[in-house]
């Protein structure tokens, strides 16, 4: 599974082409946007031209252990004086073609090199695949953001337009006697809390979209809601220590970590043969004249070949110690990627347990808040009627109306962290997949309208909202 979505996303990061800015007017889904991440996040290319570049790595080190062949030539031209007395001279040039063949027989340090060079690629590989399964997270992220700012936002228009409801009726009193100035002032004041928080709910909405812009390059103006039908179940299997398992083995983090180790643990073996013997076979043909061989003036003019085969044999016997310090330093790397793969490990661990924990925290909560908007809006009715008949006052009334919105967007926040923590908790165990955008794509509500969906209907009916 995880070849298969390394090899779909490279397919369509290698199509990218332009990334200008361009406006989505109609509604956008979930598994829409994921396709244009795919295809314009600059982060992908990216992470897509440095696996590609880290897999160049292979070739490089295997050339070191193939034939090297190499051809030149070389002209001299040769002013000899044989009479200083009468200032004879003979000019001859010489003209000498040449071709080399070097095969390397024994070379420890770049056999291990071409190890390490396959474990950095494989490790490329995984890096490239981890950045294409945290497109899919942050798609989701990116999205679910701005549902649950645009019910935030309606909750927060809602939230306005009663606390000016209870300033319109805080005046009405005042000028028929039945309360006095301070309740006016505490209802304004309700009210320009409340109309403070909608605009700013407002500049949220439009930072959430702006992030899918940057995301991919697009602006959209409109998303397909969730509806409140979406199944909220626990994860399977609601066991934290098989999550942790899967995660261990299937973590492409972790994963690629391993390699990192393979790698610097194959760089300390070729450092480590820098104290080894090399064995090249090497054969070389020249052709020239006689001059550019060094021969005899006396055969000046005839042309010559010259064919050589043999062994050269290299004994490395003291560098400075700059062989014994290139090993200390590889030692020392060896063990930071060790290190580092534990703290990965750990962390990984933690996270999944976590994540695991929040998705049934989220459950408990969606279900708590749903029962809060309930007992709120039963208390907000006791307290406007406790204040009609002068047992409460008006401070009472706001402070219920606040907890009730409050609520409101508690209820909202759990429902879509129980989406995101399921979708965190698969990255960590290494499971996550375009097809889960799939999954959660069909319970997507094309005619879902935040000003009156942010509740589910039972609930918006037992608030009166």
């Known amino acids: ?41 600059s982060d992908l290319a990216a992470a897509f031209a440095d696996a590609q570049a880290r897999k160049e790595g292979v070739p490089q080190a295997r050339a070191g252990l193939l034939p090297q062949i190499g051809a030149g030539a070389n002209y001299n031209d040769t002013s000899t004086d044989f009479d200083q007395s009468g200032r004879s001279t003979a000019d001859r040039g010489s003209l000498v073609y040449q071709a080399s063949l070097t095969q390397p027989l024994f070379r420890a340090d770049r056999w291990f090199q071409l190890q390490a060079a396959e474990a950095v690629s494989e490790q490329a590989g ?40 209870q300033l319109d009726q805080a005046r009405e009193r005042f000028e028929v006697g039945l309360s006095d100035k301070t309740d006016v002032l505490e209802a304004q004041a309700g009210y320009d809390g409340a109309r403070a928080n909608r605009l700013n709910a407002a500049n949220v909405v439009q930072d959430a979209l702006q992030a899918l812009t940057r995301l991919t390059g697009k602006f959209y103006e409109t998303l397909v809601g969730m ?26 983090g972790l994963l690629a970590s391993n390699y990192g180790v393979d790698a610097a643990g194959e760089s300390l073996r070729q450092q480590k043969s820098g104290h080894l013997p090399t064995l090249d ?37 003291y560098t400075g110690g700059l062989t014994s310090s290139k ?42 808040r749903r029962q809060t908007i309930i007992s709120t809006q039963s208390a907000v009715e006791a307290n406007e009627i406790g204040y009609q008949v002068g047992t409460r006052n008006i401070v009472d ?42 999954a959660l794509q069909q319970w997507l509500k094309p005619d879902y309208d935040s000003s009156k969906d942010f509740l589910p209907a039972d609930l918006a009916e037992a608030a009166k909202l």
Do not use: C
């Open 1 to 41: 599974m995880l070849r298969r979505l390394s090899l779909a996303v490279a397919l369509a990061t290698a199509a990218i082409a332009g990334h200008a800015e361009t406006a989505v007017t109609s509604k956008t889904d979930l598994v829409s946007l994921y396709s244009d991440a795919v295809k314009n996040s």
């Open 126 to 165: 995984l890096d490239y695949s981890n950045s294409a399964q945290n497109l899919i997270l942050q798609t989701a992220e990116g999205y679910f953001a701005v549902l649950r700012a645009e019910d935030n936002l309606s909750a927060s228009v809602a939230e306005e337009a009663a606390f000016k409801r």
């Open 227 to 252: 509806g409140h039908e979406l199944p909220v179940q626990p994860p399977a299997p609601n066991d934290a220590t098989q999550w942790v398992n899967t995660a261990l083995k299937q973590n492409l």
């Open 281 to 317: 076979a090497v054969a070389s043909y020249s052709q020239g004249d006689n001059d550019g061989f060094g021969v005899s003036n006396s055969l000046a003019g005839n042309a010559m070949s010259q064919t050589t085969v043999g062994l050269e044999l290299s004994i490395p016997i």
């Open 327 to 368: 090993v200390n330093e590889a030692v020392q790397r060896l063990d930071q990627s060790e290190q580092n793969r534990e703290s990965l490990r750990r962390q990984v661990v933690q996270e999944t347990r976590n994540r695991h924990r929040a998705v049934n925290n989220d459950i408990e909560q969606i279900q708590a």
């Open 397 to 438: 009334v706001l402070n219920a109306q606040r907890s009730l919105y409050t609520a409101v967007r508690d209820y909202n926040n759990a429902r879509y962290d129980y989406i995101l923590n399921n979708l965190r908790l698969k990255q960590s165990a290494g499971t996550l997949s375009p097809e889960d955008l799939q």
